[in-house]
């Protein structure tokens, strides 16, 4: 070795590293946390829910049989997008539905849209879109997230699991709470988002800025 | 990072008679492993959705976006001082090796943060071809980046070894850049 100084900076590079990811650890929000995915044993968790979606990508006869199928009259879809950190829960009742998409941090969309022989169209207020048809008991679709289209393939999700939503005069907030309970939300005041506080789906009121908001399951024919 | 050594450091210095390629083998190897050892922690862990932002941008993505493009001009600085480094422009002076040295230097730290909240938040993905691009080239990078350290820290190695390490380097950067902010923009 006859220089040290590119081992020098080969250091400070790895120094900084650490350090980058020790904030992050450090600073993920609660909500993020009991969505499981700050901790090793909790991850392990997580991480096997978008993998026992993947085997049950459609073969074309599965999706042919699709083209047929019904939405129940009331139903919430709600679980990840494919390969992706965004939680995605779209709720159908009649022909009326509405969807929310968020990464738990900044990143929130709302949908709506109507439904059509098992085939939802929807569409964001700043016109992104989400298209999605039934598979079987399964939603499988696409939606764009700041200019990028994340595919996703979601199951039915039972209570508590679904989508939730308040609202104040300045602040909206929406939850996804996902089967094995853990959940993604955002907050949104203005134009700030971010992460939303907990919410118990059993007694759903939250407190902000001093406020108490009643929080209430989305059904799919909301006003978003 | 204050006792640099003389400025030839990254020059090709007199070229000593009877060059290795041991350690340029050694040094591909262990870039490779980091490499490897990127992709596969970005394809395990579980994306957390979740980073630090920095202060004093209008989102996550803005901020990443502006860090790597400062990352990528200091890089095309990297290419324009190793050029006269190498005599093929005439660039001279005692500034041209420091400002090679300080250049790369800044720019991998600013680079961090962002490789950082890749990794961290979103982990390796594959979902559609440019995703696929740019974490296969996120994790050649910081590979690269450790390959030409090395490389650098050894006077024997063959006069092709640093520029071919350095050309990686730049040429992770540019794709990066290429797969993630030109995308952010266009």
């Known amino acids: 070795m006859k220089h040290r100084s590119p081992l020098i900076t080969l250091a400070a590079v790895v120094l900084a590293f650490a350090i980058m990811f020790t904030v992050n650890m450090l600073s993920s929000p609660p909500s993020s946390r009991s969505t499981g995915t700050a901790g090793p044993s909790a991850a392990a968790t997580t991480a096997a829910a978008p993998e026992q979606t993947a085997p049950a990508t459609p073969s074309a006869s599965a999706s042919e049989t699709a083209e047929d199928s019904e939405f129940p009259e009331k139903v919430v879809y709600a679980g990840r997008t494919d390969d992706g950190p965004a939680a995605i829960a779209v709720a159908v009742l009649g022909n009326q539905a509405a969807a929310y998409v968020c990464d738990g941090r900044t990143v929130e969309s709302w949908f709506r849209g109507t439904v059509e022989a098992g085939r939802l169209s929807l569409k964001s207020k700043s016109g992104e879109t989400l298209q999605a048809e039934l598979d079987g008991d399964h939603l499988k679709g696409t939606v764009q997230i700041k200019n990028e289209t994340q595919k996703f393939e979601i199951n039915e999700a039972s209570k508590p699991a679904g989508l939730y939503r308040a609202r104040s005069s300045k602040t909206t907030i929406g939850w996804i709470v996902l089967e094995d309970g853990s959940q993604v939300g955002v907050q949104t005041t203005g134009a700030d988002s971010s992460a939303a506080p907990q919410l118990d789906p059993e007694n759903p009121q939250v407190m902000v800025d001093g406020e108490s908001l009643d929080a209430a399951a989305v059904n799919g024919d909301e006003d978003l | ?186």
């Open chain 2, 1 to 186: 990072m204050t006792s640099i050594p003389a400025p030839a450091s990254d020059a090709p210095a007199a070229e000593p008679s009877g060059t290795k390629i041991g350690p340029v083998v050694i040094a591909f190897a262990i870039g490779t492993a980091v490499s490897i050892g990127l992709g596969v922690y970005g394809r395990l862990h579980t994306p957390t959705g979740y980073a630090v932002n920095i202060a004093g941008f209008s989102s996550g993505a803005a901020a990443k976006a502006a860090l790597a493009s400062v990352a990528m001009g200091l890089a095309i600085v990297q290419i324009v001082t190793a050029l006269g480094v190498y005599g093929r422009i005439p660039l001279r002076g005692g500034w041209v090796s420091p400002v090679h040295r300080w250049s790369g230097r800044l720019a991998v730290l600013i680079s961090v943060p962002v490789a950082v909240h890749c990794l961290y938040a979103l982990g390796f993905q594959a979902f559609d071809g440019r995703v696929i691009a740019h974490s296969l080239f996120g994790c050649f990078l910081y590979g690269a980046f450790t390959f030409k350290m090395l490389i650098l820290t050894r006077d024997d190695t063959p006069g092709w070894a640093l520029p071919l390490a350095g050309g990686l380097v730049f040429s992770g950067l540019t794709a990066l850049w290429s797969t993630a902010v030109l995308y952010f923009l266009v």
